[in-house]
Structure formats: C-alpha cells, structure tokens
C-alpha cells in the first residue's frame, strides 16, 4: 500500500513462524499474512541524501520510517520542495520573478505536482506560476522537471525492490505464480511511477521467478489489504 505512508504484507509458511505454536497437523500448507511495518525499514545501505536527512530532521517522527521518507507520497514533494528553495538560494532558479513565500511553506509543494510537471513544460510553467508565484524560464522548468523525475525514479527503484525482495520471501511451492496487489494514493497521481516500480520488480526477478502477477486496486477499495487482494 503506497499513500501518505507505505506498507506490505506477504504471506509466510505458518510452520515458519515461531511465535505461532500450532499443532504440527495444521502446519502442511498452511500460509499466514505477515504485516511487514515496511516504512519503518532503516538500513545503511539506503541512498540518503543531505536533503532526506533534513525532510527526517524536519518531520514529526526524526530518526524513524527512514525507508517511507525515501518512498511515500507525504515526502516525495518535500524532497523536491528543498532541492528547489536550495537552488533559489544559489541564485540558480527563478531569476525573472519568485515570491518564495509560499515555496519557503513546509509540505506546500504537493508530490501530486510531480507527474504533470514530468510531463510537459507546460504544466510545469502553469503549476510553477498558479501555486508558487513563480515566473520562469526554459531553463527554470527543466531544472525542476529534472529533480521531480529524478526523486519520482529513486522512489520507483527503491519501491521495485521492495516488492522483489517479498515475492522472494513469499514461496507458496504450488507451482502458481506469485501475485503482487497494489493500491494506493501514490500510484494514482502518478502513473508512470508505479509503471517504473513494476518493471524494476519484474527486472529483479528475471532470473530468479516466474513472471509475477500484478493486480491494482481500485481507488477506494485499499481498506480490503492489499494481502487479501493477492490471494
């Protein structure tokens, strides 16, 4: 489930969870839904940057959910929001005209900018101009077009990777190919990322799975689980 925040759940052999002292008759093919709390990930393997370090510090829960920060649609605009207030600062955007009030206003630069601003340069000059003040130049919409696609891409990768390494952990041995159930906010404002999720997943997995069923939920329909639309 990819929103605000994000989550997974996989389904895990019952015989392999220790905490469940079931007897050994109900163990045989028997699967349980394993809630991963995956935004709380944190590793020293992930790539962070000065800014996702400063959208931690800044944030309501510093120091935890480092892999949610990385991924979710309540960061992915802030990330970019600081990359742009810091080239303001450098005098690298936005020479014709910027009113920075309202860019300088924490969580005003929404992630449901970032597709349309991937887009085309059109949309990128309207949204600029009709929420932020912002007058630019060619030069201008590409620079913020350029750090939309490259914080939307390091989302998509981490994402892929994420839902790879579940379909490695999740073997039902019946010969089915795994399935993979998708919803989420994130993935309805911007298409193209959950496209780049998917085919990162797929790419991992080439050698490793057979072709992986991918299913997305409907708007609305995310208080179902996404565990219980994959099986």
Not at 200 to 213: D, F, I, P, R, Y
């Amino acid at each position: 489930s990819f929103n605000r925040g994000i989550n997974a759940a996989y389904f895990e052999r019952l015989a392999n969870v220790e905490l469940l002292n079931q007897p050994a008759a109900t163990l045989d093919n028997a699967f349980v839904a394993i809630d991963t709390e995956i935004g709380r990930f944190s590793s020293s393997a992930l790539p962070l940057t000065q800014w996702d370090h400063r959208v931690d510090r800044e944030s309501k829960h510093p120091g935890a959910r480092a892999f949610e920060k990385l991924v979710a649609d309540q960061y992915l605009g802030e990330i970019v929001r600081n990359l742009i207030t810091d080239l303001m600062d450098e005098r690298l955007l936005f020479a014709l005209r910027a009113d920075a009030r309202t860019i300088s206003t924490e969580y005003s630069f929404h992630t449901a900018y970032m597709a349309p601003i991937i887009e085309s340069e059109e949309a990128a000059a309207a949204i600029l101009e009709n929420e932020f003040g912002m007058a630019t130049s060619e030069a201008d919409r590409q620079i913020v077009r350029a750090l939309c696609e490259i914080v939307a891409n390091r989302s998509a990768l981490l994402a892929g990777a994420m839902l790879a390494a579940l379909v490695q952990k999740t073997r039902t041995g019946d010969g089915a190919p795994p399935a993979v159930a998708l919803s989420g906010v994130l993935f309805d404002v911007n298409q193209k990322l959950a496209s780049d999720a998917v085919n990162t997943m797929q790419s991992l997995l080439a050698h490793k799975s057979s072709a992986v069923e991918v299913r997305f939920q409907r708007r609305g329909s995310e208080g179902l689980g996404a565990a219980i639309n994959a099986a």
